[in-house]
């Protein structure tokens, strides 16, 4: 992702990363939690570990649907980049290009490029598991992906965002941080626009089915940020979720109760992120148990070195 309109300053803390996908890990298992944060460190050099180098590779893999977000959003940020510059971008060859980069990145992914590349090779969980995906299921990835983005060109809201003056986008899939009790909270915004009242709308761009709770955690996440770097109240934020598999949105109120409860939930993750954690950067396996609940194993990269195949 490009690093446009990034121009909030970095703060100090104690090297404690949190975001909500970390802590989405935290919640559904322990162990894949050590795995992906503590078991495959190091496993980016080239004298790491064999055992370390296998989960840094299977910690790099998408699923096909994380996959088709991935190329949507990428396909978003290139159109957004080019009417900033006042350019066109016909929808047809955006969904030529999203197209190519998938027919790119399957074969790569099939070859198993990924295992010596891992950092810039795709992969995939279905080809790494060999799972039994018949092309009819590629195609409707592939099919998916067209969707979102005539779905995108045809929003009313594209509309309002290319009236606006460039100086009112905040935000495109920008990355910044905040801080809450020494630990550095990552977020990084699909889209931030002032709209004309001087309200700040918050757009998530999804390629997924709704879920509202997830969404607003997100989104309140973002007003959080909004609050501390931006400076706006939460009169001045609102939060949008564009499906763009359909083409419907969801709007989110973000109230200041919602900031609060979403602040000290953080700071429950971080503490127990903190407590799981020991104070050391090797912390022992046995700290963090296998989840009970089996049905999400088929969901997991981890699920080789888990021995739940």
């Given at each position: ?9 970095g703060?100090e ?32 050099n ?48 955006l969904v ?19 295992r ?72 990084r ?20 089915i709704?879920?509202?709770e ?30 763009l ?26 503490r127990?992120?903190?407590?799981l954690a ?26 080789r ?5």
């Amino acid at each position: 992702m490009s690093s446009q309109l990034n121009f909030w300053p970095g703060e100090e803390g104690d090297g404690l990363r949190w975001s909500v996908s970390r802590d989405r890990r935290l919640t559904d298992c322990l162990r894949k939690y050590y795995l992906f944060h503590y078991g495959s460190r190091g496993g980016h050099n080239a004298d790491a570990p064999p055992k370390v180098r296998e989960l840094y590779v299977l910690k790099t893999l998408q699923s096909r649907h994380m996959w088709v977000g991935t190329v949507v959003h990428n396909m978003i940020e290139l159109a957004l980049g080019a009417f900033k510059r006042g350019e066109e971008v016909p929808v047809d060859s955006l969904v030529e290009r999203g197209t190519r980069v998938m027919r790119a990145q399957y074969a790569e992914s099939l070859q198993g490029v990924y295992r010596e590349r891992p950092m810039r090779a795709l992969g995939l969980w279905e080809h790494e598991y060999r799972e039994d995906i018949s092309r009819e299921q590629w195609r409707e990835r592939r099919d998916h992906m067209e969707t979102c983005i005539r779905n995108f060109f045809k929003l009313p809201l594209l509309e309002e965002i290319r009236a606006a003056p460039t100086w009112r986008w905040l935000a495109v899939e920008s990355l910044g941080q905040f801080e809450v009790d020494g630990a550095k909270i990552v977020v990084r915004h699909d889209f931030a626009l002032r709209q004309e009242d001087d309200q700040v709308l918050m757009i998530d761009w999804k390629t997924g089915i709704p879920r509202p709770e997830s969404e607003m955690l997100q989104l309140s996440v973002y007003g959080i940020f909004a609050q501390r770097k931006w400076g706006l109240g939460h009169d001045h934020l609102r939060g949008r979720a564009v499906y763009l598999g359909t083409g419907e949105t969801g709007d989110f109120i973000v109230r200041q109760g919602d900031l609060e409860r979403t602040t000290e939930a953080i700071r429950h993750s971080v503490r127990r992120m903190r407590e799981l954690a020991a104070d050391t950067d090797t912390p022992e396996i046995v700290n963090f148990p296998k989840t009970a609940d089996k049905s999400q194993c088929s969901r997991c990269a981890f699920r080789r070195p888990c021995g739940r195949l």
